[in-house]
Nanobody
Framework: QVQLVESGGGLVQAGASLRLSCAAS????????VGWFRQAPGKEREFVATITGSGRGTYYTASVRGRFTISRDNAKNTAYLQMNSLKPEDTAVYYCAADSAPPGRIPTTQAQYEFWGQGTQVTVSS
């Protein structure tokens, strides 16, 4: 069982940066891939980025590639999403999720993730 708590959201202007954190409980955090998803008002939840348990593998959706960076610190049981050059279309509730994936697997769909946090709001004004 893994419990996830997101933090770091807020209201910023376009072009600004934010860093989201995803703190996990449990002693086996490194065995889980961690993903970030987001849900904008009136839209379905969508994949943003994922990182393997070791941290050596990452994958991003095209709209954030080059602006967002996913990382993790397994010693601190925490994953991060550094978001730079934010745009109004990045406004959404951001969720982190954990998947007990086999080493090297890079899950990108919601169905692959077993555990979810409650989300943190990110609002980008123009």
């Amino acid at each position: 069982q893994v419990q996830l708590v997101e933090s770091g959201g807020g209201l910023v202007q376009a072009g600004a940066s934010l860093r989201l954190s995803c703190a996990a409980s449990g002693r086996t955090f490194s065995s889980y891939a961690v993903g970030w998803f987001r849900q904008a008002p009136g839209k379905e939840r969508e994949f943003v980025a994922t990182i393997t348990g070791s941290g050596r593998g990452t994958y991003y959706t095209a709209s954030v590639r080059g602006r967002f960076t996913i990382s993790r610190d397994n010693a601190k049981n925490t994953a991060y999403l550094q978001m730079n050059s934010l745009k109004p279309e990045d406004t959404a509730v951001y969720y982190c999720a954990a998947d007990s994936a086999p080493p090297g697997r890079i899950p990108t769909t919601q169905a692959q993730y077993e555990f979810w946090g409650q989300g943190t709001q990110v609002t980008v004004s123009s």
